[in-house]
């Protein structure tokens, strides 16, 4: 089976063109080829699928073999896939995920492909909807306790789930820690992304990632633009944001007149090879 390695700012995912290539246990091969040292080592795997309602579909696996609903950085290395490998000559696309179909604008020069931008569509507050067990319509700077410590969160669905977190200084954050408790915690019936963020000015924050059925990854893309809807909603900063991640840079934009969150960054590809039959 045939598959490329691919990174969004260090977010590395294993891609597999399933349109030619048959993979009959998504779950279980995501959990194998994610593992260091007996895998190829990756924060997931990525299964590109013909769509009926857009250009291609991405299938998004986590480490541990969760299947997630969204993955920003993800479905900006899909774009680069089908480019890169000649599935299509558009430069917009669509690309339906379990959350709805995205458009990606990808920028090109001397066919190489530089940034890539998705329209990430509207975030979801409802409590609700993140899922979030709450008596709060909206959970913006609320108090959860964990282990006797209280932190306030705010809750953000970017088609999958994420907890936000400000805090004074992200060097003093115990990632590995906190970040499963929170994950975990019994409000979150389908579990969170945790993210942790410093803001540096009303246009740049500093922020950390613990990615539910992954744990730390270098960037998150659904995550940050989770973290910018937050610091806008909690009064943090303006509505063009650079998130500044372990990997490096994402620019993150929610417009206030249709409400739609796009997201501009890098994508990369690491190496290709051929897994199984050995
Ligand atoms: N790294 C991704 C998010 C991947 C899915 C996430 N761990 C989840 O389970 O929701 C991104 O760039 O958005």
């Known amino acids: 089976m045939k598959f490329t390695k691919m990174h969004g700012l260090g977010n590395d995912y294993i891609y597999i063109n399933a349109i030619t290539e048959t993979v009959d246990n998504p779950e279980q091969l995501a959990v194998q080829m994610s593992r260091q040292h007996y895998g190829i080592g990756a924060d997931g795997l990525i299964l590109i699928r013909q769509s009926d309602v857009a250009d291609f579909m991405m299938d998004m696996y986590n480490a541990d073999g969760s299947r997630a609903e969204m993955c920003g950085n993800g479905i ?16 917009e696309l669509l690309i339906e995920t379990l ?12 066919k190489i492909v530089k940034m890539v931008t998705v329209d990430m569509g509207k975030p979801e507050l409802l409590s609700t909807k993140i899922p979030a067990i709450s008596d709060k319509e909206i959970i913006k700077n609320e108090k959860i306790e964990i282990d006797g410590e209280i932190y306030h969160i705010t809750c953000v669905s970017m088609g999958n789930p994420h907890t936000v977190l400000f805090v004074e200084d992200i060097r003093e954050v115990k990632l590995e820690d906190i970040g499963p408790k929170i994950e975990k915690h019994p409000m979150f019936p389908k579990k969170s992304n945790v993210e942790f ?9 500093r922020m950390r990632v613990w990615e539910r059925g992954t744990g730390i990854t270098l960037a998150c893309g659904t995550g940050a633009c989770a973290s910018v809807v937050a610091s806008i909603m909690n009064d943090y900063t303006d ?6 991640l372990d990997g490096g840079i994402l620019t993150v934009d929610w417009n206030e007149s249709n409400d739609i969150i796009s997201m501009r960054g890098p994508t990369e590809t690491v190496f290709e090879g051929s897994w199984g039959g050995l």
């Open 239 to 244: 509505r063009r944001v650079d998130v500044v």
């Open 197 to 205: 963020v410093e803001v540096i000015t009303n246009n740049i924050i």
């Open 99 to 110: 959350s709805g179909v995205k458009r990606l604008f990808l920028e090109v020069e001397d």
């Open 76 to 91: 900006r290395c899909v774009a680069k896939f089908v480019y890169d490998n000649k599935l299509t000559e558009k430069t």
